[in-house]
């Protein structure tokens, strides 16, 4: 194993860069890297970020194309966050809520549930997406079974979509399940039911949009007829899956599902975690399909993507199944030391208050009708794209390696890898899901950065996939 820093040039003095890469490459372990590459490149250390740029300790920029794992929402160091988290830390960093609350999470509480739909008055908190959707799995199943009765009782599965990703840990992997990732797995997680959205049918069996629709619909009716009085939850990537690949399903394959849980007495659970906070177009993406959720799940974005908070928002009638003397064994023991956090509950504070006013979402439709004509005249046309799957902001550019099939590139070619390289040598930060290069801009990205991320993803693709078809 070699883990050894290549020095840029011949300098026997080693930078600033150059040092904590060693010290990186010596002894940390990054998450979904596998380290003999990690290991063949000097990587990008970040030191510091302002607006939509990422700088490396020599003050190189790069621009931030993921929003920092698709997080971020206003631009980094924004004065209304930098202000109020200066306050935060000189009075309360961190507190329980276990037993005990604070002013910031009750205020943020205030602006969330204002900003929510009405019937989702009762929040839940965390400290990440994983957990929050933890929390919402252990309430669906808890809530039946402390209901009872014969109906309550069957209620101890749990269904999803294929492809589904809900975030890492197993009672979430079981509903995210994927051989690529969790092979290793398979014998000690509890897997969920399956059933296949529409763009299954379109992108793998060729289907038409309709008989997509038709087909993925007719699927789920089929397996609630056989299999629904046991379902105690769909959980649900809304509109967009996105760590499949950005998969973009038609608005009313979500009205289906939501009128065949109602059906079935089946708790929607919404995964907004990717989704939310405007990255869509709406606040949050399944008001786009008009549907009601039961239980919501937020993270990411919710403290404007700058600190680790996450939330279930449910019904008052899911809470108040928790609710009765201690000793009728109805209580939530769930839950983490940091959950709910005050100064990244501060931060969501701030966050939402800047959603409160419209002019936000408004301007970033208008940002994201632009970089739609972008992605339509830079990317769409080149050789080496077969389809861009979009959503708002929300942006998987599926390669081919052949032009005009459908012919993914070989894993061991490391296209995806080569083309970040490639981007990040023009000063751009993007990130690759196996054969689709994603684009994530923050919502308050500006166009002249919109349009830097498209022409650099462009050429980027051009030059990688260029060089390694010749
Ligand atoms: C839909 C969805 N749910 C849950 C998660 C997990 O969130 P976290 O990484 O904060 O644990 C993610 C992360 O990408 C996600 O996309």
């Known amino acids: 194993m070699s883990n050894t820093v290549k020095k840029a040039g011949n300098s026997l003095i080693q930078s600033r860069s150059e040092n904590l890469c060693q010290i990186d490459f010596d002894h940390i372990w990054h998450p979904f890297t596998q380290s003999s590459q990690w290991f063949a490149d000097h990587p990008l250390i970040v030191e510091r970020?302002?607006?939509?740029?990422?700088?490396?300790?020599?003050?190189?920029?790069?621009?931030?194309?993921?929003?920092?794992?698709?997080?971020?929402?206003?631009?980094?160091?924004h004065p209304a966050f930098t202000k109020a988290g200066k306050e935060q830390?000189?009075?309360?960093?961190?507190?329980?809520?276990?037993?005990?609350?604070?002013?910031?999470?009750?205020?943020?509480?205030?602006?969330?549930?204002?900003?929510?739909?009405?019937?989702?008055?009762?929040?839940?908190?965390?400290?990440?997406g994983t957990s929050a959707v933890e929390a919402a799995i252990r309430i669906s199943l808890e809530w039946w079974q402390k209901q009872g009765g014969e109906k309550g009782k069957q209620k101890t599965k749990l269904l999803s979509l294929a492809g589904a990703y809900h975030g890492d840990t197993l009672g979430a992997v079981g509903i995210g399940f994927l051989d690529f990732f969790h092979k290793a797995l398979n014998k000690s997680v509890v897997q969920s039911h399956r059933v296949r959205t529409p763009h299954i049918f379109r992108f793998e069996q060729g289907c038409s949009e309709s008989e997509a629709m038709e087909q993925s619909v007719s699927e789920l009716k089929e397996f609630l007829l056989q299999e629904g009085d046991s379902i105690a939850a769909f959980f649900v990537e809304p509109l967009v899956q996105g760590a499949a690949g950005i998969w973009v399903y038609p608005p009313e394959y979500l009205k289906e599902i939501e009128s065949l849980c109602r059906k079935h007495d089946i708790h929607l659970i919404i995964d907004e975690v990717a989704t939310g906070f405007g990255k869509t177009g709406q606040i949050f993406a399944h008001q786009i399909a008009g549907?009601?959720?039961?239980?919501?799940?937020?993270?990411?974005?919710?403290?404007g993507g700058l600190l680790a908070i996450s939330a279930v928002a449910c019904r008052e009638e899911i809470f108040k199944g928790f609710h009765g003397k201690p000793s009728e064994g109805k209580t939530f023991f769930y839950g983490q030391t940091f959950a709910g956090n005050p100064l990244a509950a501060r931060f969501a504070e701030v966050n939402l208050s800047l959603f409160q006013d419209?002019?936000?979402?408004?301007?970033?439709?208008?940002?994201?009708?632009?970089?739609?004509?972008?992605?339509?005249?830079?990317?769409?046309?080149?050789?080496?794209?077969?389809?861009?799957?979009?959503?708002?902001?929300?942006?998987?550019?599926?390669?081919?390696?052949?032009?005009?099939?459908?012919?993914?590139?070989?894993?061991?070619?490391?296209?995806?890898?080569?083309?970040?390289?490639?981007?990040?040598?023009?000063?751009?930060?993007?990130?690759?899901?196996?054969?689709?290069?994603?684009?994530?801009?923050?919502?308050?990205?500006?166009?002249?950065?919109?349009?830097?991320?498209?022409?650099?993803?462009?050429?980027?693709i051009d030059e990688v996939c260029g060089s390694e078809s010749s």
């Open 49 to 77: 970020a302002e607006g939509f740029y990422l700088y490396d300790p020599e003050g190189r920029g790069y621009l931030d194309g993921v929003s920092s794992l698709w997080c971020n929402v206003h631009g980094h160091s």
């Open 89 to 128: 830390v000189e009075n309360l960093v961190h507190s329980t809520m276990l037993g005990l609350s604070h002013s910031p999470i009750i205020e943020c509480t205030e602006r969330l549930v204002s900003l929510l739909p009405a019937h989702l008055s009762r929040i839940f908190y965390s400290d990440s």
């Open 291 to 303: 549907i009601e959720a039961d239980l919501l799940v937020m993270g990411k974005g919710l403290s």
């Open 358 to 460: 419209s002019a936000l979402m408004e301007g970033a439709r208008e940002r994201i009708a632009k970089y739609t004509a972008l992605l339509d005249r830079r990317l769409k046309p080149l050789d080496w794209v077969d389809e861009v799957r979009q959503l708002g902001f929300m942006t998987g550019i599926e390669l081919t390696s052949k032009p005009g099939s459908r012919s993914a590139w070989k894993s061991d070619q490391q296209v995806g890898a080569k083309i970040v390289k490639a981007a990040r040598d023009r000063g751009v930060f993007i990130r690759p899901l196996g054969n689709v290069i994603v684009l994530m801009p923050a919502i308050a990205m500006p166009e002249e950065d919109l349009e830097k991320l498209v022409q650099v993803t462009a050429d980027a």
